[in-house]
């Protein structure tokens, strides 16, 4: 299987799966309280996920006020002496995943080639193989230009980056891994 934006196998097997589990078997619904790290420009995913985690208790402090930026708080972090994750030093919006996650958008894989082509590349190579061994036109990116959706392979996106095409740079994406959606 090739994750993507509307499947997550790793994030529903690594985190949510083995989260609920260990809430389940180790605390009390009445008397636990899940604190998730989504901020106010993101308060649409708390919404959507919170109603569907009862019977725990989930709650987002940076959706409420004050709204600082990811800036403020990764300043507030080195205030109190606490060095943010590398990669929001590399210019990612979220530390997940090593910097390559199939939740991303399109913005962000050009990012992780300039930054880490390595690591890309290692992605693209693991992407082929799996449409090679399906026999099918998957990808974890789609392709929505001229009005249809299609497949967009990590290859297709690194000859696009390379190429200089104007690809979707407001499309960070957006993780949810752990809210589910």
Not at 153 to 172: I, P, V
Request: one cysteine or more.
């Amino acid at each position: 299987m090739i994750g993507n934006t509307q499947r997550d196998l790793c994030s529903e097997t690594l985190k949510r799966n083995l989260a609920d589990r260990w809430l389940r078997e180790h605390c009390d619904a009445g008397r636990t309280v899940c604190y998730v790290g989504i901020d106010w420009s993101e308060s649409h995913r708390y919404e959507r996920m919170a109603p569907r985690k009862l019977p725990w208790v989930y709650k987002a402090p940076m959706c409420d006020a004050p709204y600082l930026t990811k800036q403020q708080m990764l300043d507030e972090l080195r205030a109190d002496g606490i060095e943010p994750p590398r990669l929001y030093g590399m210019g990612f919006p979220h530390n997940n995943c090593g910097g390559f996650c199939v939740k991303a958008g399109q913005a962000h894989f050009p990012h992780l080639l300039k930054t880490m082509p390595e690591r890309y590349a290692y992605h693209e190579r693991k992407e082929q193989e799996m449409r090679d061994y399906l026999g099918k036109d998957v990808a974890i990116l789609r392709d929505r230009r001229g009005g249809t959706t299609k497949p967009l392979t990590l290859r297709a996106l690194r000859e696009r980056s390379e190429a200089g095409d104007q690809l979707d740079l407001f499309d960070w994406g957006g993780c949810g891994c752990f809210a589910g959606e």
